[in-house]
């Protein structure tokens, strides 16, 4: 079970420790202390999902449906522009509405219904979650323990990014701080919709 739980571990961990749009908004909502429990479940057991459909062999069905991919790409670069064009809009603004725990925190539903966007919309998270890991994983001996080892990657690095985000608080209790996060974000953003409408 170790030596199928291991690699999947280690290759769920790589593939999501990319900088991405979901990252980058798990990465603010620690900062402001906001809904983080259902935020980082949300992300860790969306990815779940996603990857026992892959370990279970879906990711040839999802290959084989032609419309698929476009569709995820090109309704992902679409949200990823709106959401950029309103973090680059904040980091404009700037002021004390994006202190650290200066702003009531924002609703549940939005913010939730806002990470489901980030993680459901984003095509490369298909490829990553069921194509590649489901593939790989029919490579070894144990495909629910290699399965379960990029299940608990997710679950690790989504608590560990949203609750150890608090230990950078002291720096973001400039508004000058939040400012330049959230254009980097922005930024982000418009590069990743822009791979995604050249891909």
Known sequence: MTASLVPGFALGFSLILAIGAQN???LRQGLRGEHLLPVCLTCALSDAVLIAAGVAGFGALAAAVP????????GGAVFLVWYGARSLLQARRGGAALTVG??????????LATVLAFTWLNPHVYLDT??????????YPDRLAFGAGAVLASFVFFFGLGYGARLLAPVFA???????LDAGIGLVMWAIALKLLLM
């Open 67 to 74: 419309w698929f991919e476009p569709a995820m790409r090109y």
């Open 102 to 111: 200066g702003a009531a925190a924002g609703r549940l539903a939005p913010t």
């Open 130 to 139: 069921v194509v590649l890991i489901g593939s790989i994983s029919a490579q």
């Open 174 to 180: 400039r508004p000058r701080a939040w400012q330049v």
């Open 24 to 26: 980058a908004f798990v």
